[in-house]
């Protein structure tokens, strides 16, 4: 039988050597250095998932190992992570709460979670800590967010942040609907000196309080954050009012 068609990689050759820089010319499984010959694998199979995350440059050999089974997925994810690591000079250190100014509190024992009280501004204020490990000055100068509404049913991370560390900036940006993801272009830009650590606070609102309120408003936030109008630095997801993104399990009913 022919081989299906796989849609097109959008600016492939830009892809490419994105891939190829993160990988340093060099197969991540096996360490074959024939670049030319390399291909793109989509990690979670969908050729229509041109996500840089989903992507991963390797050589024929390791591909056909992916295909037949022989390289677990697991295996290709934790590569994926480890490349990505090591090509970031931006460390992300901690996410918390601003639990003076806003009603957010950490939940116990859940990394990334918060829950609301029921006083002060419902509107959450985060607290992001990085360091600057480039030898160079660089900028902060986008918040890309995206938003999970999670189903209503179940339940809803004490982070300590550095002591040294005072917010040097508090942008306030409206919080999207529901899986829209919005790059937020930043007005006021940090510069970051080489090798400094830095922290500063994102308040994110919506036209009432009402939609960030117990018990019918819990969420997942993917956030990004922008440098150089360059290149991105994900951080951990972040859970408002649940312990647990529940939505990633599986429900099964009867007929």
């Not at 074959?32 to 440059?57: A, M, Q, R, W, Y």
């Not at 990334?112 to 160079?136: G, Q």
Request: charged share 30%.
């Amino acid at each position: 039988m022919p081989k299906k068609n796989r849609p097109n990689i959008p600016q492939k050759n830009k892809v490419r050597a994105e891939l190829q820089k993160e990988t340093n010319s060099v197969c991540p499984f096996c360490d074959n250095d024939d670049v030319g010959h390399f291909e793109i694998h989509h990690i979670d199979e969908n050729p229509s998932n041109n996500e840089n995350t989903n992507l991963i440059l390797i050589c024929p050999t390791c591909h056909s190992k992916i295909t037949k089974g022989d390289i677990s997925r697991m295996e290709v994810v934790k590569h994926k992570q480890d490349l990505y690591v090591k090509t970031l000079k931006v460390q992300f250190i901690s996410t918390g709460v601003d639990s003076v100014n806003c009603s957010w509190k950490p939940i116990k024992d859940v990394p990334n979670a918060f829950e609301a009280l029921e006083m002060k501004s419902l509107f959450p204020i985060f607290n992001f800590s990085f360091i600057n490990e480039y030898d160079r000055t660089i900028l902060l100068t986008n918040a890309t967010i995206k938003v999970k509404r999670l189903p209503i049913g179940l339940a809803g991370p004490d982070i300590p942040l550095p002591n040294i560390l005072r917010p040097v900036i508090k942008y306030k940006l409206k919080i999207p609907s529901d899986g829209k993801k919005v790059n937020y272009r930043l007005e006021e830009e940090i510069e970051i000196p080489q090798g400094r650590a830095f922290k500063f606070q994102l308040e994110l609102f919506d036209e009432s309080m009402e939609r960030f309120k117990l018990p019918f408003n819990k969420y997942v936030l993917y956030f990004e954050f922008g440098f150089n109008n360059d290149f991105y630095v994900k951080i951990p997801d972040v859970l408002l009012n649940t312990k647990e993104d529940y939505d990633k399990l599986s429900y099964y009913g009867l007929d």
